[in-house]
């Protein structure tokens, strides 16, 4: 694929760009995917983008231990596909264009991203969805 497809600032879909501003220095193998920084990840959280954005969902893929022995206020912990299928996937709930969802792991370089991409996957190539079309934010 041509590296100027992964400079792009629109969403997966190609539908509309991203609403958060994203790092264009992400050390990751998942270069598809654009990050954000602890400060934006802090931003959000304190509300600065709630004029741009109506919700978001931020996924804390580690393991429950770690996430028990603190976590980002208002993450979720999701740690198999299997809990993500139940809890999100078997029935999504879209309310709006203008909501995130944020996969975290430790370092956001392997579990992260992984989880993000089973639920791209999951989502893309579902019978509802056209390519590129997607459901999930």
Do not use: W
């Amino acid at each position: 694929m041509d590296s100027s497809y992964y400079d792009t600032p629109l969403i997966g879909d190609n539908s509309r760009e991203y609403i958060l501003p994203y790092d264009g220095n992400c050390n990751s193998e998942h270069c598809d995917f654009k990050c954000i920084s602890p400060e934006t990840m802090a931003d959000l959280v304190r509300g600065k983008f709630e004029k741009e954005i109506d919700e978001y969902l931020i996924v804390d893929t580690r393991y429950p231990y770690e996430y028990d022995g603190g976590h980002i206020t208002g993450a979720v912990n999701v740690v198999t596909k299997e809990d993500m299928t139940q809890k999100y996937l078997a029935n999504p709930v879209i309310t709006s264009s203008r909501q995130v969802v944020i996969f975290h792991c430790e370092f956001s370089s392997k579990r992260g991203p992984r989880m993000c991409r089973f639920v791209r996957d999951q989502d893309r190539f579902a019978e509802h969805s056209e390519l590129p079309e997607t459901i999930l934010p």
